[in-house]
């Protein structure tokens, strides 16, 4: 399902945008591309250099950003109608951008944030009318994450399980909480393949991968990638939910 990222320019010297360079677009990418309408209003949140921003402008969307590395923002300018450079977690930042949206895109975010929670409630103040968030999420209960706890390592990396980054960690369930918590159904939900540097080592999963993902998210799935539906009403409060 990988691709070459087709990108007119390359996407910098940032982990992220080496990584699409050098490897293209994963799965878990093209899934939430293929989920946003064709020529829909797009929030990329953490838009970072534009590598969905890009596609999504292809697919004929006007596409807005937020993001938090200025150098980041610049480039991503490119494929972006504006891109607020600020944080999606302040009050004030968000109130820069020009709502409503068709689809807000939490691509690889929320795990970065310090308050998922409030932020995707705080989400559903920009959207339009029968809008939709796309939201993807690393599965820290991955087997080959739990195989690394289990021998008693933690190996803090540029990108993936253990980026170094990330200030919350999601399993299946916790990922489901998030969005229920939040005030959304989940209208849709994929799962996608792993894609570490040492799967060469484990040839012979490669074609259960797939599969396997499907049968048992929970410890298969590399990335849960979900659409979701904000309900009619929500009572959320800045607050309310404490994670365990």
């Not at 590598?51 to 402008?57: P, V």
């Not at 929320?110 to 409030?118: A, G, N, S, V």
């Amino acid at each position: 399902m990988r691709v070459p990222a087709e990108s007119t320019a390359p996407h910098g010297d940032r982990p992220y945008g080496r990584l699409v360079d050098r490897q293209g677009l994963s799965d878990g990418h093209l899934m939430q591309i293929e989920a946003v309408r064709p020529g829909a209003r797009v929030l990329d949140v953490g838009c970072a250099s534009g590598y969905l921003a890009e596609r999504y402008a292809a697919r004929g969307c006007r596409v807005f950003g937020i993001e938090p590395d200025a150098a980041n923002a610049e480039r991503a300018r490119r494929f972006c109608e504006n891109v607020v450079v600020g944080d999606i977690e302040s009050a004030s930042d968000r109130t820069q951008l020009p709502a409503p949206f068709d689809f807000v895109v939490f691509g690889d975010v929320l795990e970065h944030l310090r308050d998922p929670w409030t932020v995707l409630a705080a989400t559903r103040t920009l959207l339009a009318d029968d809008a939709r968030v796309i939201v993807s999420i690393p599965n820290i209960g991955h087997w080959s994450a739990r195989r690394e706890i289990a021998l008693g390592r933690f190996p803090y990396a540029e990108s993936g399980l253990f980026d170094r980054t990330h200030l919350r960690f999601f399993t299946r369930a916790s990922a489901l909480a998030l969005a229920e918590t939040a005030g959304y159904d989940v209208e849709r939900e994929q799962f996608t393949r792993w894609r570490l540097p040492f799967q060469k080592r484990f040839r012979a999963l490669k074609k259960w991968e797939v599969p396997m993902a499907r049968r048992w998210p929970e410890l298969f799935a590399f990335q849960f990638v979900m659409t979701l539906k904000p309900r009619a009403k929500h009572d959320f409060r800045p607050g309310d939910f404490r994670p365990g």
